[in-house]
């Protein structure tokens, strides 16, 4: 494979039990593909095809990520697929001696990519180093921090069908923004976007009302204490989720957003008979490196 195709089969839209007078239904976009994982594989679509189009003798995707980022973990893996090289740019200098702890970065490595670390100031500055990059890279693609760019939009309108039609409401989690833009940008004029902002990030709702051009989103805090930080009850909803449904949810995105949309039905934020609809954004790998730090801590796992 040198490019990413759109699966044949469209993934399952499956019912959610709730105690109230609404209905909520899961997109599984996590089965679209088992390492190249829900919204990042739309989000990388466009980016990707347009770049290879191109015919670079010597292609290179470069990108950024954290210690745990889907992200990496995606790219690394369309590399490896599509035989192209990778490098990823990682928060944190200190991590260079912790790949072998890390099952995200040990999995990226496996998969071809290289990998430079950079500490939390550079890293921070990502436009500058883009600019670097891209003197010493000049046919490299450089795709941003989670994937956001204008053609991720595009992309993710491939989530949305004549079946998502139907909902009221349509919700994902939110990190970088792209995806709760590209429902925002491509979905009816009657429907409803909600994101669940997991960084506390104020700057955010302005970036998604840039990439979209819409208002008909809204961004709720579902953090929970801050971007990667897992309580007992976050751990307890998602263990609980899964032993009620059989899916699983990891603790820094699905799994906080589904928690918040289980409280906003108990406190009747939703109309009675509203159709919801939230996106499974996958990202399963990162369940591995969460009870790797659980279990140093000695706190209950996901299971
Ligand atoms: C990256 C990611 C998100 C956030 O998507 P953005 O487009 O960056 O907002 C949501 N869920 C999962 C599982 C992710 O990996």
Not at 151 to 177: H, I, P, R, W
């Amino acid at each position: 494979m040198s490019f990413l195709i759109i699966p044949e089969n469209e993934v399952p839209i499956v019912k959610i039990e709730t105690a109230k007078n609404v209905s909520l239904y899961m997109k599984r976009e996590d089965l679209i593909h088992p390492q190249i994982s829900g919204n990042k594989f739309w989000k990388l679509f466009f980016n990707i095809n347009n770049y290879l189009e191109k015919n670079f003798k010597k292609p290179l995707l470069i990108t950024f990520g954290g210690a745990f980022s889907n992200h990496i973990a995606a790219v690394s893996e369309l590399g490896k697929l599509a035989q192209i090289q990778t490098l990823g740019m990682i928060r944190g200098e200190e991590l260079s001696e912790k790949i072998i702890e890390n099952p995200t970065l040990l999995f990226a490595q496996k998969n071809g990519m290289n990998l430079r670390f950079v500490s939390r100031e550079i890293y921070r500055n990502k436009e500058k180093l883009t600019e670097y990059l891209q003197e010493e890279f000049p046919h490299a693609l450089i795709i941003p921090e989670g994937g956001t760019n204008s053609d991720a939009v595009k992309g993710v309108k491939m989530m949305l069908s004549n079946q998502t039609k139907e909902f009221d409401y349509l919700c994902t989690a939110v990190g970088t923004g792209g995806t709760v833009a590209g429902l925002s940008a491509y979905c009816e004029d009657n429907q409803k976007v909600l994101g669940f902002n997991v960084v506390r990030d104020d700057s955010l709702s302005e970036k998604v009302l840039k990439l979209s051009g819409k208002q008909n989103f809204s961004l709720i805090d579902a953090s929970y204490g801050g971007y990667g930080k897992i309580s007992n009850e976050n751990i307890r909803f998602i263990n609980d989720f899964k032993s009620k449904t059989d899916i699983a949810l990891e603790p820094i995105y699905t799994g906080k957003m589904i928690q918040k949309i289980f409280e906003m039905i108990a406190e009747d934020f939703f109309p009675e008979n509203s159709k919801i609809l939230c996106f499974h954004t996958g990202g399963l790998q990162g369940i591995a490196g969460a009870n790797d730090m659980l279990r140093r801590k000695n706190r209950n796992l996901i299971v």
